[in-house]
């Protein structure tokens, strides 16, 4: 098979595909690392699995209210208004969630109305965010976020889109920012909130990677700002506490219309969370240790530095030094292969490939993500190590076209 077509064929499934393809790879042998996809590589906190346990153990395996149990929604309710300092009224403005994913469907959902509504998604994005858009009806409106300015969202840019379209109805914010590692700054955020509500648009607040964020930075919950009725916090236990794999998240909002639209389609479509989950999720805010924090975060410090640094030495590569995240964001130069017009990202993904480094070309990220290529630095800080040192080995030579 050649690059090409080898390519065409990955592209069906972006990312997913990628790691597939890896894993083949690495049964057959090769030695990659796994540098392509985004999974914290640490262990949930101890007392996660203990009152996972426990609960099982006491037989709490039963439908819990659809909105989640009142000791998680009152636990996150507390941890929202003190450490992230929302402008939330009680519990009842918080319902739990299977995820930052099933979050983002219910409230996209919601604001989506069955009237085929449009909202601004940020280019690039994770790709995710924009399917979902599309998966309930919607249109994602792609606006630019640009890593490598101070200002990475232009709100000229913004009131340009919303004044060509009634028809959007939100904008998503994603803060530190998947896939460039850019936090936003404290007067960008605020441009933006500004804007969302002299335009009556829902803000729709990713912050997914709120805890993984560097240089003594502070993360700023968007809703910690104002107390704009349209601002919807989304939370997810899987960064912060590396529970991925459990699956738990949460929608923060005062909007009553958000609220209730959302507790209804949640309970349509799962049901509620499982309850096991939830009681782990109530250990996770209450019990974990500053320690688990601090040491994960040091460790995910080394590893970015080292695949910075890495980059930096590589000939065909600019990156962006990440704030949070666990991404690497890099354009490509245009002295790499000049002879390749299209696809730059993906054929470097598969050059990388070939020299044992997993990535995510640009191109999965929208339109914005052209020309540029993803590392990601959650798994082991030895596949990391060995990535940085391998991205200098790019060579500019032709590829089997
Ligand atoms: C920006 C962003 N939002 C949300 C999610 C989904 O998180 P969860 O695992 O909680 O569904 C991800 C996962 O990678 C992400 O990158």
Not at 284 to 301: K, R, S, V
Request: glycine share 6%; hydrophobic share 40%.
């Amino acid at each position: 098979m050649t690059d090409k077509e080898l390519i065409e064929k990955l592209k069906v499934g972006g990312i997913v595909s990628i790691r597939d393809y890896l894993l083949e790879q690495q049964a057959k042998g090769l030695k990659i690392a796994r540098t392509e996809s985004g999974d914290p590589s640490f262990a949930i906190p101890d007392n996660v699995k203990k009152a996972m346990n426990k609960a099982l153990a006491e037989n709490k395996t039963h439908y819990t209210a659809g909105a989640g149990v009142a000791e998680l929604r009152e636990a996150i309710y507390q941890r929202a208004t003190q450490y992230n300092r929302l402008h939330l009224n009680s519990f009842s403005n918080v319902i739990i969630t299977n995820g930052a994913m099933n979050a983002l469907f219910a409230v996209f959902h919601a604001v989506v109305d069955n009237k085929g509504y449009k909202i601004l998604v940020p280019t690039p994005t994770w790709t995710e965010t924009a399917i979902n858009v599309s998966e309930v009806g919607g249109t994602p409106v792609y606006y630019t976020f640009n890593p490598f300015s101070d200002t990475p969202i232009d709100l000229n840019e913004l009131e340009k889109l919303v004044q060509a379209d009634s028809d959007i109805k939100a904008i998503v914010v994603n803060s530190p920012h998947n896939p460039t590692g850019k936090a936003l700054s404290l007067d960008n955020l605020k441009a933006l909130i500004a804007f969302s509500q002299v335009h009556n648009l829902y803000l729709i607040s990713d912050e997914a990677y709120e805890q993984v964020i560097f240089d003594g930075m502070k993360h700023v919950s968007s809703a910690s700002l104002s107390d704009y009725d349209k601002i919807v916090t989304i939370f997810s236990f899987s960064k912060s506490y590396a529970m991925s794999g459990i699956r738990l998240g949460a929608i923060c909002t005062t909007n009553q219309f958000i609220l209730k639209k959302v507790a209804k389609i949640v309970r349509c479509t799962i049901n509620g969370v499982s309850s096991v989950t939830q009681w782990g999720g109530v250990s996770a805010i209450l019990d974990t240790p500053q320690d688990y924090f601090d040491t994960n975060l040091a460790e995910y410090t080394v590893r970015r530095n080292a695949i910075y640094e890495g980059a930096l030495q590589a000939e065909h590569l600019i990156p962006v030094k990440p704030e949070g995240t666990f991404y690497l964001w890099c354009k490509i130069k245009d002295s790499w292969r000049p002879d390749i017009t299209v696809d730059r990202g993906w054929y470097m993904t598969l050059e990388y490939l070939k020299l044992g480094v997993g990535s995510a070309p640009g191109e999965v990220f929208g339109p914005g993500g052209t020309n540029h290529i993803r590392f990601s630095f959650s798994c082991s800080t030895e596949d990391v190590k060995l990535a940085a040192g391998l991205l200098k080995e790019l060579k500019s030579n032709i590829l089997n076209a």
